[in-house]
């Protein structure tokens, strides 16, 4: 008896699905995972016949994420698949950008269709920082942003709240405190800062904020101490969401990526998460890198989410987790590691 004919359930309901507009992106940061990534269904838009495929099969989900390993602004009917989107889903609806490709029509788009959540990646306090982690667009993102702020304020909108994202490193903490203090002034409803989950070179450990994982010296408690103080400076005026925590030890499941989230690439693969859909070779917790583990568990463009869910390997993947904290296909991955606690 195979393992779906002892329950043809499966044993998680699903709750969220990152859905990928687009596997696409317009900068090349240094210690971006696409510098390394692997696996089917790279630099391609979500077509959007695919796209209403999924729909109704997502529409009572809790949260549809846009986010994937692209930009979902660079999906050439991004203003088309948000309308179609909200005809038929009603709960949370987010996604994360870098902002270069924004502009009134979207901004139009994004306010029309009631997105909830927007996280802008930005990791500067200005331009001379933006420049040399990310490239040449500063005053872009700051006109377009504070654009989208504005209209939503004309409106008197709540919605979407908008956060920017810093993505930490050893080099850049003195810029934490300005950084907080520029999304004040732009109008942010909030800041994020995010840990690097893992690099690609021993050299680039010199970079890392925490002593988890690869057992790096390095204090932790200093660095949440100095992100205390900035959410306590700016409390009542800006969120501060703290980064995660890097364990020495694995702890139970995933901290990155919940059991009852899939991950739908813009080719229609589904997988269990980010990671084991689009594979990257960076340095694993022996600082030696090896080839990674692809775990796709189907395609959309030709079973349902349903089936997928309840497929032999799906569902083996649902029973590791719940029963033992990982899957093999996981291997030792920082994931496993990290919690935002």
Excluded at 97 to 124: M, P
Excluded at 194 to 216: A, C
Excluded at 277 to 292: C, I, N, Q, S, W
């Amino acid at each position: 008896m195979s393992f779906s004919q002892k329950n043809s359930q499966a044993l998680t309901k699903l709750r969220a699905v990152n859905l990928e507009l687009s596997s696409y992106c317009n900068l090349s940061c240094r210690f971006c995972l696409r510098n390394a990534w692997e696996g089917a269904g790279k630099n391609q838009n979500m077509q959007m016949e695919l796209l209403r495929k999924i729909l109704p099969q997502i529409s009572k989900l809790k949260t549809i994420d846009l986010t994937g390993w692209g930009e979902p602004l660079m999906h050439p009917e991004f203003a088309r698949a948000l309308r179609l989107i909200r005809s038929q889903f009603s709960q949370t609806l987010s996604f994360t950008s870098n902002g270069i490709l924004l502009d009134q029509e979207k901004i139009n788009s994004i306010i029309e269709n009631q997105v909830d959540v927007i996280c802008f990646s930005i990791d500067a306090s200005c331009k001379a920082v933006y420049e040399k982690r990310r490239g040449r667009f500063w005053d872009k993102i700051e006109k377009e942003i504070k654009s989208l702020l504005k209209r939503r304020n004309q409106l008197g909108l709540k919605k979407p709240k908008i956060y920017a994202s810093y993505l930490l490193q050893k080099s850049y903490l003195f810029d934490l405190k300005p950084f907080a203090q520029k999304m004040l002034e732009w109008g942010m409803d909030g800041i994020l800062f995010q840990q690097m989950g893992g690099v690609f070179s021993p050299k680039d450990l010199d970079e890392i904020t925490y002593s988890g994982y690869y057992d790096i010296d390095f204090s932790d408690d200093a660095l949440f101490q100095l992100i205390n103080d900035i959410a306590l400076e700016f409390k009542g005026e800006l969120e501060v969401i703290f980064p995660e925590k890097v364990h020495k030890e694995r702890q139970w499941g995933c901290g990155v990526f919940p059991i009852d989230q899939i991950f739908i690439k813009a080719n229609g693969e589904a997988s269990p998460c980010c990671a084991l859909g689009y594979p990257v070779r960076f340095l694993k917790k022996d600082k030696k890198t090896k080839k990674p583990t692809t775990l796709i568990l189907g395609n959309l463009n030709d079973e349902s989410l349903d089936e997928i869910w309840q497929k032999d390997i799906a569902r083996k993947f649902q029973q590791d987790m719940l029963k033992k904290g990982f899957s093999p296909a996981c291997d030792d991955c920082i994931g496993l590691y990290m919690r935002r606690e």
